[in-house]
């Protein structure tokens, strides 16, 4: 059936129907998926009427549920089964042979599909008899002596024949004698052998026995001497093992020595030697406190001998035997200690897979290489060490040896994090939990509606749930809506009046299969006000926006020249609705109006300083509604505004730049804007400076800056301007150092120029003054800030490096205005300014501002204005006299 082709049409019952269009062909032979052919068997026999055989498991393990492995006697042609029941593993112990014949076994795979094709036979292999007497004893060594009796001790027989060692035959006799003297019968291979004479030698034979008899015995020991014992070092440790042999490590283990000096043995040396070499090495510096040590760094395949040395406060004792040679070479197919949770029962255990095993064999569980239970499990090649309630005091290094194999051995330290992450798996399998992604929690829908929900991992669709509200249970109705979604694990419940009814305890519980699960939201006090007044806002905000509303209230931007926005974005507008700017309650209006379409608006405040603090508001509305947006410019926003021109403004500032003047020196600093509410600091030397009469500081628009009236030496150094936004400092720095040559060098005008004039038209106006420099400055005279040329009407001229003139013939009211003079040499200059008022015949003369009096570093000045006419021309002179010669003329 299997290797043929089939296909298939469907037609309706009871109807008018034609035949569907026939199916693709379906070879069942395709479907079939059964086993590969596992390897072929391995067998061995260790004791009694058994064989352990091992396989190597197929190449692809989908599907399969396990062996069956049969046996036969070499020579008949009868198979029979050696296992009822798929077996799992890919080794397995055969019982019940008949000692003598000699069997070869074959193994089969088994999946769903059915079995793979049979393995090759294994070799044959003969069936030992049943019991055999153990081997020999050996390794008998003296462990203490007091002059009249002595401990020994022997190593176990390689071989115990098959069944328990039951008993041990201890003989003795005088070193000069032949006859031997039997002492006792003992069950452990440890004996003190008592009524010795002192000084004399003795020597020593064990023969082991078991259920099949009496063995042979050991090879006599060395001579020993009888004599007592008083070294204050310890004697020597015995009885020296190994465990968990690898191909670059292994277990060293020994048993503490009998005699232990004058002191308590407070540790242990290791020395080490390759088999054959008498060249020991200590594996170990500091003395170790436990009778165990890890081996690594061997070489694989390479044989090694050790022995033991303990130690007390006198120092290290007499060494223990050597050892029986150790291969570094693991067992085939050893296996390593696995931790695990049992999916079922929650238990935590511990299991090792045997790679070899006999009907003799006992799992031996040590923890920290301290014995703490034997288990026999014949037919078995798993074991369990099942944990009662694991906690910390459970936790360290454990340990399993499979007795009577070549050395089936492994270990599994457990920590307390890998513990802790099974106690977890243990408690989940005991109490399964419906596992939750997110817990009850809530958020706020628009229209004020509160939506609490939960999030499982996953859900059947069988799930069930409830929600309880202050103990109540609440079901879908008027007022609420409780769904879930299996897709996604969600359960929700939608509450669309939320008031003040509604604060108190929610819980959602829930149960899918056998798995259950409760969240609960406690929803009280100011958490209940928050979601309260976050509801009624949302409500609020949908009524809102029914009509013309701001999508984004009003917020501020700076520019990059300086300009303040303020701006605001709105929605739900049409050509009717109306926008209004306000500060405080007077009205703003805008060069470029409002445009509400654009779904944006801003109002620009050019020069932004003190003045502008105050509420602006923005203003929509229609026949839909209003809205109103509002921000408060003082305060934190007021600095957060100034901060922002701070950071445009101070990452524009240019160098500092020194400016001569009448009064001194005056550095400057340009920049895109500059107002006196920024954070900015003058520093001389580090030092910040204050503004005084001698240091005054100030600015404009464009800039900020600093003046040194009348400097000195003491003013040199290094000057520093800081413009602070609150996230970095702008610095521009100026150094002074060598500026003194510059202030007495530099071009200036000495004296002669009247501040202001005020002449009668047609007349001639002569401006003419002492300038001063080294070398020699250069002078330009300029009307309203443009430079004046010399003309007929207009005459410009410079005599003698000294005297500098401005005249003006016939003049006319078109010459009024502001002139200036500005001298400059290389080291600086000073610009001066006159102002010229030209009045026609018959006019008053124009009234002049009188007085201002300040204070240098030398004394106390006066600044004066001198009035006085010389027949049509009326001069007004401002003086800069000391205070005595101003009080001599007002006298």
């Known amino acids: 059936m299997f290797n043929c082709k089939f296909k298939f049409y469907v037609s309706m019952e009871e109807a008018t129907s034609l035949k569907s269009v026939q199916t693709i062909y379906i070879n069942f032979a395709s479907l079939r998926r059964r086993p590969h052919c596992p390897g072929t068997g391995r067998c061995h026999q ?87 007497t153990p081997s020999a004893p050996f390794g008998i060594t003296m462990l203490s002596c007091d002059g009249s009796s002595m401990t020994v001790a022997w190593s176990k027989p390689k071989t115990c024949g098959g069944s328990k060692i039951n008993a041990y035959y201890l003989d003795k006799r005088n070193a000069d004698t032949l006859a031997w003297k039997e002492v006792n019968l003992q069950g452990s291979p440890r004996e003190s052998v008592e009524k010795l004479t002192e000084g004399t030698f003795y020597e020593f034979k064990v023969t082991a026995a078991n259920m099949a008899g009496v063995g042979v015995p050991s090879a006599p020991s060395v001579p020993m001497k009888c004599d007592a014992w008083t070294m204050d070092t310890p004697g020597p440790p015995y009885d020296l093992g190994f465990s968990e042999v690898r191909s670059h490590s292994l277990v060293l283990l020994w048993k503490a020595p009998v005699y232990a000096g004058a002191s308590a043995v407070s540790g242990y040396i290791v020395e080490m030697a390759k088999k054959g070499s008498k060249d020991f090495v200590a594996l170990n510096e500091e003395a170790v406190s436990h009778r165990y040590m890890q081996v690594s760094g061997l070489e694989e395949g390479q044989s090694y001998v050790f022995k033991v040395r303990a130690v007390n406060n006198s120092g290290p004792g007499k060494g223990s035997l050597v050892s029986e040679p150790v291969c570094a070479k693991a067992l085939p197919g050893t296996q390593e200690i696995m931790a695990g949770v049992d999916d079922e029962t929650g238990d935590v255990f511990l299991s090792l897979e045997a790679c070899e095993i006999s009907e003799t064999s006992k799992f031996v569980w040590s923890k920290n290489y301290s014995p703490i239970g034997e288990y026999e499990l014949v037919g078995l090649v798993v074991h369990l060490l099942t944990f009662t309630n694991p906690d910390k005091d459970d936790l360290g290094r454990y340990s ?22 099974m106690l977890e798996l243990s408690y989940a399998i005991r109490h399964p939990v419906v596992p939750l992604k997110h817990g009850l929690n809530y958020e706020i829908l628009e229209k004020g509606h509160v939506r609490f929900w939960l999030q499982a991992v996953k859900l059947s669709s069988a799930v069930s749930y409830r929600f309880i509200v202050n103990d109540k249970e609440v079901t879908s109705g008027e007022g609420h809506k409780i769904s879930h979604d299996v897709a996604t694990g969600v359960i929700q419940m939608t509450v669309e009046s939320f008031t003040r009814a509604n604060e108190g305890t929610y819980t959602v519980q829930i149960t899918d299969g056998k798995a259950k699960a409760q969240s609960s939201l406690v929803l009280v006090g100011d958490v209940f006000k928050a979601a309260l007044k976050e ?29 303040v926005l303020l701006n605001c974005k709105v929605a739900n507008v049409k050509k009717e609705t109306s926008f209004h700017w306000y500060k405080e309650d007077d009205e703003i209006v805008p060069e470029t109006p409002p445009n509400v379409t654009s779904g944006a608006c801003s109002l620009p405040i050019p020069n932004f300083s003190r003045k502008e603090q105050g509420v602006f508001k923005a203003m929509l509305s229609d026949d839909r509604g209003k809205d109103t947006s509002a921000i408060d410019i003082s305060g934190q926003v007021f600095d957060e505004i100034i901060n922002a ?92 150092s060598g500026q003194g040559t510059a202030v007495h060098n530099r071009g200036r005008v000495v004296g002669g120029l009247p501040d ?23 002078v330009t005279w300029f009307k309203n800030e443009q430079e004046v040329a010399s003309t ?12 500098a003139s401005l005249v003006i013939n016939q003049v006319t009211p078109e010459d009024s205005g502001k002139y200036s003079i500005n001298v400059r040499n290389k080291y600086g200059g000073e610009f001066v300014e006159i102002t010229v008022s030209v009045y026609r015949h018959g006019e008053s003369i124009p009234e002049t ?28 002179r401002q003086l800069h006299l000391p205070k005595y010669m101003y009080d001599s003329y007002l006298k």
Not at 400 to 421: F, I, K, P, R
Not at 709 to 729: A, L, N, W
């Open 46 to 132: 260790k004791h009694q009427s058994s064989v352990f055989v091992q396989w190597d498991s197929p190449k692809h393990l989908k599907n399969l549920m396990g062996y069956y492995i049969d046996g036969r006697v070499v020579g008949s042609k009868e198979w029979f089964p050696c296992n009822h029941k798929p077996f799992k593993h890919n080794r397995f112990v055969v019982h019940g042979l008949v000692p003598g014949e000699t069997y070869v076994f074959r193994v089969q795979a088994v999946n769903v599909f059915g079995l793979s094709e049979e393995s090759q036979e294994s070799s044959p292999i003969t069936v030992e008899p049943a019991l055999s």
């Open 400 to 421: 399993v040896a499979v007795t009577d194999t070549d050395g089936v051995s492994s270990s599994h330290t457990l920590t307390e994090d890998a513990l802790n992450t």
């Open 645 to 736: 021109l701070a950071q445009v403004a101070g990452a524009s500032a240019s160098d500092l730049v020194l400016q001569c003047t009448p009064e001194g020196i005056r550095l400057q600093c340009y920049m895109k804007y500059y107002t006196e509410e920024m954070k900015t600091v003058w520093k001389h030397k580090s030092s910040k400076i204050a503004s005084s009469e001698k240091m005054r500081i100030g600015g404009t628009s464009e800039m900020a800056w600093m003046q040194i009236c009348d400097p000195s030496d003491k003013e040199k150094g290094s000057y520093t301007i800081e413009i602070s936004d609150g996230v970095q400092t702008h610095s521009r720095t100026f150094d002074l």
């Open 535 to 563: 509801a009624e806002f949302q409500r609020k905000e949908h009524i809102r926006k029914q009509g013309p509303h701001f999508s984004e209230y009003l917020y501020f931007t700076v520019t990059e020249d300086c300009t």
């Open 849 to 876: 501002k009188l007085g201002q009096s300040g204070q240098n570093a030398c004394g106390v000045y006066v600044y004066c204005d001198l009035s006085f006419n010389v027949g049509f021309l009326q001069v007004q």
């Open 756 to 778: 202001v004039v005020t002449i009668m038209e047609h007349k001639s106006l002569s401006l003419t003054c002492t300038v001063w420099g080294d070398p020699t400055p250069e």
């Open 792 to 803: 007929e009407h207009t005459k410009v001229m410079f005599d003698g490096g000294k005297f």
